[in-house]
C-alpha cells in the first residue's frame, strides 16, 4: 500500500469516527494469502497492530467496503474479541458470532 492510500484511509475512517482513525494510525497493513478475507493481530513484539488483508479480496472492495472491513477488524480489537474467544472450543464459530455483533454495531454506524 502506497503512502498515500493509507493517509487517504485515514482521513475517511475520521469521518466515521476516530477510534477507527486512531487504530489504522497504530497499526499496519499487511497483504498475505494466509487469511481468506482480512485479520487484525498484533506483530510478535506487540509493537503495533497489523491488518491482514488477503490481496485479491482488497482488490475486490471499493473504497467504502475497504473502510467498512477495517472499522470491522478494528472493533475485534476494541471489543477484546480475541481474548474472548481464546480458549473456546470452537473458535470459527465463535467468531462468526462475533462478526455478527461486530457488523451489527457498524450497520448502525455506517449506514
Not at 473504497?63 to 472450543?89: K, P, T
Request: negative net charge.
Amino acid at each position: 500500500m502506497v503512502d498515500q492510500e493509507y493517509f487517504q484511509i485515514s482521513c475517511e475512517l475520521e469521518e466515521h469516527h476516530v477510534l477507527f482513525y486512531t487504530m489504522w494510525g497504530l497499526g499496519k497493513p499487511v497483504f498475505t494469502n494466509k487469511v481468506d478475507r482480512a485479520a487484525v493481530s498484533f506483530n510478535e513484539e506487540g509493537a503495533y497492530i497489523e491488518f491482514l488483508f488477503n490481496p485479491d479480496f482488497w482488490e475486490q472492495l471499493d473504497q467504502y467496503n475497504r473502510l467498512f472491513v477495517i472499522s470491522h477488524e478494528c472493533l475485534h480489537v476494541i471489543l477484546n474479541h480475541g481474548l474472548r474467544i481464546r480458549d473456546a472450543d470452537n473458535t470459527r464459530l465463535c467468531n462468526l458470532a462475533l462478526d455478527v455483533v461486530v457488523n451489527h454495531m457498524l450497520v448502525n454506524k455506517f449506514g
